[in-house]
């Protein structure tokens, strides 16, 4: 299946009942959230998921989070179950005698979560792990919140209507107004940050191009001079926002940073994919994202290719 394929089942990979195996979940108080790369981004979007009752921590590291504590849950996500980070934190944290729950298509992970009989989650292999985000997170909130209900269809619906527009003539244009910069993606917080983050990661695997995240409230003190009156020009880089803030306070902050940087000479391209659930809407904004990777992709001459780079194997 080619990658673009692969980013068209998106959609439908939020419609399918993930198949448990092991012991019956039960809701932590505080679930770490273990990944990276593709994967990592499953907790990121999980995280803004869950149910209120349970804090949910991405964690993107090697090591356990030193703050673990007595009856927190270890949720260790890797597609392959071959990530040698995330079986660094899988294997610390069964020494710690912390509780475990594992998402993988099978490998290491998958392997040793069935020998230990915990929950874990197993999807369907064959996919790039960047490509596999609705199997990951549906499969990690299954474990973290049992028995609950969560708009999958609708979801998946806002998903397909956001491949309809992206998937063609949107993502081209996209491509054509980039002239060379590099992108620079503004975001306000919890969902929207991780779908910047995601935006970063499939540029960066699918289209080979380097883009920068400028969260707010944080981007609106420093990282905006890079693009001030008195920074250098011409300006290298894109200002994106993506979405918009629903709390006022927020709504303030991120217009007027709009403002000042469209001032200072950088206009600011927003993109929006609006859902009346700020979740639904993140993923369609981290959508819309896949879409342009590949488009950039197509139209510089990089391959398209399931496996990333990574510097450990």
Not at 219 to 243: D, Q, Y
Not at 288 to 306: C, H, I, K, V, Y
Request: proline share 8%; glycine share 12%; hydrophobic share 45%.
């Amino acid at each position: 299946m080619s990658l673009r394929d692969q980013v068209a089942g998106l959609a439908d990979q939020f419609r399918v009942t993930p198949e448990l195996h092991g012991s019956k979940p039960v809701p932590p108080r505080r679930a770490w959230l273990v990944g990276v790369g593709g994967s990592g981004m499953a907790g990121e979007f999980l995280a803004h998921a869950v149910h209120p009752g349970i804090q949910a921590v991405p964690w993107r590291d090697a090591h356990l989070p030193p703050w673990l504590e007595r009856g927190d849950l270890v949720l260790c996500i890797s597609y392959s179950g071959l990530t040698q980070e995330t079986l660094d934190v899988w294997h610390a944290a069964g020494e710690a005698g912390a509780l475990r729950a594992a998402v993988a298509s099978g490998g290491t992970l998958g392997d040793e979560a069935a020998g230990l009989g915990v929950p874990w989650g197993r999807v369907p292999a064959g996919l790039a792990p960047r490509c596999a985000l609705g199997y990951l997170v549906r499969a990690g909130w299954e474990l973290l919140c049992p028995g609950q209900s969560f708009p999958w269809d609708d979801t998946a619906r806002h998903v397909a209507t956001v491949a309809s527009r992206w998937s063609g003539g949107q993502a081209q244009g996209w491509v054509s107004e980039r002239g060379g910069r590099i992108p620079a993606l503004l975001a306000s917080r919890g969902p929207w940050v991780a779908a910047a983050r995601r935006w970063t990661g499939e540029l960066a695997e699918n289209a080979k191009q380097g883009a920068l995240l400028w969260a707010l409230p944080e981007a609106s003190h420093n990282a905006i001079m890079t693009v001030a009156s008195e920074a250098p020009k011409p300006v290298p880089f894109w200002p994106l926002a993506l979405g918009k803030p629903r709390h006022p306070a927020d709504l303030r902050r991120w217009e007027a940073t709009l403002a000042a940087v469209a001032s200072a000479g950088s206009p600011v391209t927003e993109i929006h994919e609006p859902h009346a659930q700020a979740w639904i809407e993140a993923v369609g904004l981290a959508h819309a994202g896949s879409w342009a990777s590949l488009a950039l992709a197509e139209a510089t001459d990089r391959p398209l290719t399931n496996v990333g780079c990574r510097a450990l194997r």
